[in-house]
């Protein structure tokens, strides 16, 4: 089992490192600047430490001209190690921000493009969470990682050769903390890998968890829930910690190790510097060269060694970014034949939908069972039907968010016919249930789904949504300002929002989900009243539990607890049904 799991953890390191590398490849140019300016000031650090050794012997010689050379030498290295950092890190600074915004902007587009099934089944917290967490470490790791490793390994070279050409045995001697690593290794990598996952998951649940309450903070305070929740935060808030001490607790574990190893190669390295000097065999400037170039050696030693939980915590964002991106794309394959049929779309669309079957992914019962139903243009398809049946569920099969399991859904522009897919997204406008408003201008909202539209077009389409003469009694008009989920807005005037948008996206087929069940019947009255007339060859869709809706429809369906769609025979409705 033990061997297994080091097996497995190995395979995910490999995959998620080759992941790693094909950015690494794209960024040849950054990252090779990097290993540049690392080697560099590399040989830098240790040729200023053998400058130094021929200042102290030309001091103690009294050579005055090795020391006026050996001075300036040290006076020049030194300048150009400090010149030399403060351009690195301004260059540093920009490309780590280039390399991790082109990192973000493509996870968020290859998010956004997934199927929605699978990427909707994620927390939008955690989705934050690694878009924002995860991306950082990966895109430091890309153009960091590498360089330091070349960088830290030349100057281990470096300063062993350094040390080797005066001393062997000296050398030998600042190498005595590599067999602790190489034994420990295996139980490392794994255990650092467990505790970075543990905190980047915690991390994950900590924002999921805020960023759920925090919008939901009128319900908790209605509930009077406040107290509940600031425990609840405290408590999860806790366990973050928790696991970070523990994690911590081993860091600190390692680092005493680390530095308990260190001490005692420092001073096996001074008791045999002082015994040679001793013998006279080496000079004063030797052995300070000996001192110095020997806690490179062990410093650069450790830090190589410190690279391993890097190159763990950057694997393991690797591997947390890679779950939420390997899903497909949605393909848009139709995308030229849906265009060329929507040119067309003018006398109306049909919808033929047969044998449609349907289940959500880990559930065992469809949803939707052998659904047969075929829509003219200009009708207006009524859908009944006890809540949790599946009306809403139609209504996203026909958008192409979910995919049917078996069955057809075809899309007819004269002769001309086309699978539903997300390609034919076009071809819809969709009220849903829920608020789906952003935080901006009435004018902002309304332009998303129709950038060219003039004012005059917005105010005409919310005159047709009865939603005008609130626009036209605030003082800014189209510029009144929409709250987070359109949470200045009453309910029904949200919903005419939505409406207006829907209308001004102009499709030739309107899907309204229980679009109007805020609203007054008057106000349903007129505002349905106003989408018919605008376009009559316009199929429009509706689910509803009210019957005053009903009224507006040339047909009515009932979806039925068994997923499937028959005509409605005007049994009672169930909101009927439970005030009777
Ligand atoms: N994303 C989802 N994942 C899994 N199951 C889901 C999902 N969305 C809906 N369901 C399930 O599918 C069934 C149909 O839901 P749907 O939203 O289509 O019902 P509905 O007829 O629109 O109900 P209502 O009248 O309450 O709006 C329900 O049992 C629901 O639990
Ligand atoms: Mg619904």
Request: aromatic letters at 10%; glycine letters at 6%; proline letters at 2%.
């Amino acid at each position: 089992m033990k061997q297994y799991l080091n097996k497995r953890v190995l395979r995910n390191v490999i995959r998620e490192w080759k992941w790693i590398f094909s950015y690494i490849r794209r960024y040849k140019l950054t990252v090779f600047v990097y290993i540049f300016f690392g080697l560099f000031s590399s040989v830098l650090a240790v040729a200023s430490s053998v400058a130094s050794k021929f200042l102290i012997d030309a001091v103690i010689d009294k050579n005055r001209d090795t020391l006026y050379i050996s001075a300036s030498a040290v006076a020049v290295l030194l300048v150009s190690q400090t010149l030399f950092q403060a351009l690195s890190s301004r260059i540093t600074v920009a490309l780590s921000t280039k390399v991790g915004n082109e990192l973000r902007n493509e996870i968020y587009s290859t998010v956004v493009r997934a199927e929605w099934e699978k990427i909707g089944a994620f927390h939008s917290g955690e989705l934050l969470n690694r878009l924002e967490g995860d991306v950082s470490t990966v895109a430091s790791g890309i153009i960091n990682f590498i360089p330091s490793v070349f960088s830290k390994t030349l100057t281990f070279v470096l300063s062993f050769a350094v040390v080797l050409h005066y001393d062997a045995v000296m050398a030998f001697l600042a190498l005595l903390s590599a067999p602790f690593f190489v034994f420990s290794s295996r139980f490392l990598v794994k255990t650092i890998r467990k505790f970075s996952k543990q905190t980047r998951e915690m991390n994950g649940k900590v924002l999921s968890f805020s960023e759920e309450s925090l919008r939901n903070l009128q319900f908790i305070k209605s509930f009077d829930l406040v107290s509940r929740y600031i425990v609840l935060f405290k408590e999860l808030t806790e366990k973050y910690r928790e696991v970070r001490l523990k994690y911590e607790k081993f860091n600190i574990l390692m680092t005493m190790v680390l530095s308990l190893l260190g001490i005692v190669v420092s001073y096996a390295c001074y008791g045999w510097a002082v015994f040679r000097l001793w013998q006279g065999l080496i000079t004063v400037g030797t052995m300070t060269l000996f001192l110095q170039i020997s806690s490179t050696l062990t410093n650069s030693f450790s830090s190589l060694a410190s690279l391993a939980p890097l190159m763990i915590s950057i694997s393991t964002g690797a591997g947390r970014i890679m779950e939420i991106t390997r899903f497909k794309a949605e393909s848009d394959a139709d995308r030229d034949l849906a265009a060329e049929l929507l040119k067309r779309s003018g006398d109306g669309v049909r919808i033929d939908i047969s044998g449609l079957s349907f289940a959500y992914e880990g559930a065992d019962a469809n949803v939707l069972n052998g659904v047969g139903l075929s829509v003219r243009p200009g009708e207006r398809l009524g859908l009944v039907g006890r809540s949790g049946n599946g009306k809403t569920t139609l209504l996203k099969l026909l958008l192409g968010l979910v995919r049917p399991r078996s069955g057809e859904m075809k899309l007819s522009v004269g002769d001309d016919t086309i699978n539903i897919s997300d390609s034919t997204r076009r071809f819809f406008s969709y009220v849903p249930q829920e608020s789906t408003l952003f935080s901006g201008t009435v004018a902002q909202n309304l332009r998303i789904v129709a950038p060219e539209a003039t004012d005059e077009k917005l105010m005409e389409t919310l005159a047709l949504a009865c939603m005008d003469d609130f626009i036209a009694s605030q003082p800014e008009g189209l510029e009144y300002q929409v709250g987070e989920n359109g949470d200045n807005l009453s309910r029904g005037q949200l919903q005419r929002l939505l409406i207006a948008r829907a209308v001004l996206r102009n499709a030739p087929v309107m899907l309204l989900d229980e679009a109007t069940s805020a609203l007054d019947t008057d106000t349903e009255a007129k505002v349905l009243g106003n989408i018919i007339k605008d376009d009559p060859k316009k199929i429009i869709i509706l689910t509803a539990h009210r019957k005053s809706v009903l009224e507006y429809c040339t047909r009515v369906c009932s979806v039925t607890s068994d997923g499937r769609v028959e005509p409605f025979r005007g049994e009672q409705l169930p909101e009927e049904e439970a005030s009777s």
